[in-house]
């Protein structure tokens, strides 16, 4: 059952169409997947305690409801290291259309994935599990099943991937955390199941899984007109 929390969000983002990223994470991190430490900053003040807080290297956003699409218009600066280089990032992209403040989180690493969910007409809601981040319309690898999702659907999806090994451990790099996948699959598709009536669809991309942790790098949340 959605917490009041989570329906407060759906309320506060229906006008808009969409739920921006701060509150997409909240909302995830209350269904139990996770989320990079994160704050919102509406001044420069406040965008370098929190990232102090959190701790070099961070990623910058732009928060904006005019911005769906935040790489499109310079959005999204990652690898800042320094409280000068946060100064610069603040100025950039406070001058983006309708920003309201800039989300400072962690700077994450591992292989990218796509998660995902749409709300088929015929049948109902189906997740997608699929190689993310920058490749995911270049390879189109990806692996669909029907809401919800169990531990065993979990690893027929990995196995249909075609670069499953990037999953695996390529090349001697460490495989990622597939207990850790499974289960933000799961819970993200119990999720799923409990906004069918408020969603279009939703894209985690990327989610960065290591061989410690899977992590929503990115969240958005399209709503049913």
């Known amino acids: 059952m959605l917490k009041k929390v989570m329906k407060e969000i759906l309320a506060g983002s229906r006008g808009r169409g969409w739920v921006m990223e701060p ?4 909302l995830f991190s209350l269904a139990g997947l996770g989320v990079p430490r994160f704050a919102v900053a509406g001044d420069l003040a406040t965008a370098v305690l929190a990232a102090g807080k959190i701790g070099y290297p961070v990623v910058a956003k732009v928060v904006s409801p005019d911005v769906v699409h935040k790489s499109d ?4 600066l990652p690898g800042i290291g320094t409280e000068s280089e946060l100064e610069e990032a603040f100025r ?3 001058t983006i259309k309708g920003f309201t403040g800039i989300l400072i989180e962690e700077m994450l690493t591992g292989v990218e994935l796509i998660v995902g969910a749409k709300v088929d007409r015929q049948f109902g809601p189906v997740v997608i599990l699929g190689i993310g981040g920058t490749g995911v319309e270049l390879y189109d690898d990806v692996s669909i099943r029907m809401a919800p999702v169990s531990p065993s659907d979990v690893d027929s999806m990995i196995n249909g991937l075609k670069a499953r090994a990037l999953l695996l451990g390529h090349r001697g790099a ?3 955390d597939r207990r850790a996948l499974m289960e933000m699959l799961v819970a993200f598709s119990r999720l799923v199941m409990e906004l069918e009536g408020a969603i279009d669809s939703i894209d985690l991309n990327p989610v960065f ?3 410690e942790r899977c992590v929503v ?3 958005r949340i399209m709503l049913r007109p």
Do not use: F, N, Q, Y
């Open 23 to 26: 509150e997409a994470k909240r």
């Open 73 to 76: 218009v310079g959005g999204v």
């Open 92 to 94: 950039r992209i406070s």
């Open 174 to 176: 460490p495989p990622v």
């Open 209 to 211: 899984c290591s061989s």
């Open 217 to 219: 790098g990115d969240a």
